[in-house]
């Protein structure tokens, strides 16, 4: 079984478009569930003053 640390995934031109893509695939994630944060902490905001 291989040891994907021992693997040197940019060896050609096709590994290194990937992990582009993974990479900004991820960076998206990261966005995306921040702003859902700020949304949901907002919301909360809103919430908390319309009941007062």
Known sequence: MEDRNDIHC???ALDRELNALVREIEQEEVIR????????????????EHDV
């Open 10 to 12: 940019e060896d050609d």
């Open 33 to 48: 569930r921040a702003v859902i944060e700020m949304l949901v902490m907002l919301g909360s905001d809103a919430m908390l």
